[in-house]
C-alpha cells in the first residue's frame, strides 16, 4: 500500500523513508503504518539499498506520535482497536527487526510513538533543538512491554522511569546524556552528515555489517532466546564471502574496496 503521508526514495545503497504530515508534525495513522510496512519490505528485498535513513518532513518534527484526529474512524470499536494496535505493533517490530542498518534523521519533536520510532532504529542523530518525550504518564495511557524493553535497553532502567515518570520534554543534550542519540549535530548540517554517514556504512562489506546486527540483537535477548547456531554460521559465511577476497586484495592494494553483498 502506498500514502502520499509516507514518502520513500534511493539514492545509491540508501534508501530514504520520510514520515509526511507536516501539519499534524508528524503524527502517524493507521494509512500511514500500512505504508511503512510496504516500504520496509521494498527496501529489504531490493539488494543494492543497504541502509535505510527514517525522518519527518517539515522541519519541525520527527514523529509526534498517534494522530489522534483518526481515531474516530480507526479506532471506534473493539474490532478497530485491535487491527490498529496489531499494525502498528508490526510496523514497530518491522523496523526494530529490520535485517540492514537503520538511522533516525531527528529534527524537531520526537514525543511518545515517535519516541517508539527512533528507539526502534538503530542509530539516532538529532540537531540540537529536537526534543523528546513520552507523554503518557500526563495522557493515562498504558505502555507494553516490547516498546518498554526497547527503551530500557538502550537507555538503561534509570532513564527510561525518569522518561515515564516525568513525562517531561527532554534536551537533545539530555538525550545523548542518556544514551537515546548517538550525535548531535548543527540543523544546517543534519542532511548532509546523515548522508555520508549512511554512504559509509553502505560502502562496507554488507555481509559483514547485517552479521553484526544480528548478533548485537541476540546479546539482549535472553540466553534461552538467542541462535547462537545462526550467529556462528553468520561469521563463517562473511569469510567464505568473495567480499573477505576483495577487502584483504583492496588493502594489500592500498584502494578503497568494492563490496558485493556475496
Known sequence: MTSEKMLSKKEGGVGWM????????NAVSLEMWTALESILDD?????????VVVTGAGGKAFVSGADISKFKQERSSKDEVEHYNATTARGYAKLAQFPKPTIAMIRGYCIGGGVGMAVSCDMRICTPGSRFG?????????????GVKRLTDLVGPSFAKEMFF???????????VMGLVNRVVPDGELESFVGDYAATIAGNAPLTVDSVKYIIGETVKDPAERDLARCDRLVKECFASQDYIEGRTAFMEK????????
Do not use: W
Open 18 to 25: 520520510t514520515f509526511n504530515n507536516p501539519e499534524r508534525h
Open 43 to 51: 527496501f529489504m528485498t531490493d539488494p543494492n539499498i543497504r541502509v
Open 134 to 146: 513520552i507523554p503518557a504518564a500526563k495522557l493515562g495511557l498504558g505502555y507494553g512491554f516490547v
Open 166 to 176: 516525568t513525562a517531561k520534554q527532554f534536551t537533545a543534550a539530555e538525550a545523548q
Open 255 to 262: 584502494r578503497k574496496p568494492v563490496f558485493s553483498g556475496r
